[in-house]
């Protein structure tokens, strides 16, 4: 069993930047992958960034490169999003994911908006 609690969001204005935190507790493998999905308000959920928690490869939506930095730090088994030049259309709650070797899991979300 994982547990994934984020931590990290808040009100912003536009061009402002976050870092949001995802702490995972339990079993966390070399082939598992860490993401962060968000979903604003009447939208579905979408991807917004993953990385693999051995080799640490990245990907990100069209909408954050050059945005957003998803990183890890193993030892501490915690998966990062930096967020610089936020706009009003990141307003969001960001969830932590983490797709595992053992199963998949979900964090409770945390809000983030962008306003000014």
């Known amino acids: 069993q994982v547990q994934l609690v984020e931590s990290g969001g808040g009100l912003v204005q536009p061009g402002g930047s976050l870092r949001l935190s995802c702490a995972a507790s339990?079993?966390?493998?070399?082939?598992?992958?860490m993401a962060w999905y968000r979903q604003a308000p009447g939208k579905q959920r979408e991807l917004v960034a993953t990385?693999?928690?051995?080799?640490?490869?990245?990907n990100y939506v069209d909408s954050v490169k050059g945005r957003f930095t998803i990183s890890r730090d193993n030892a501490k088994n915690t998966v990062y999003l930096q967020m610089n030049s936020l706009k009003p259309e990141d307003t969001a709650v960001y969830y932590c994911?983490?797709?595992?070797?053992?199963?998949?899991?979900w964090g409770q979300g945390t809000q983030v908006t962008v306003s000014s």
């Open positions: 339990g079993s966390i493998l070399s082939v598992d992958v």
């Open positions: 990385i693999t928690i051995g080799a640490g490869r990245t």
């Open positions: 994911n983490l797709d595992g070797f053992h199963g998949n899991y």
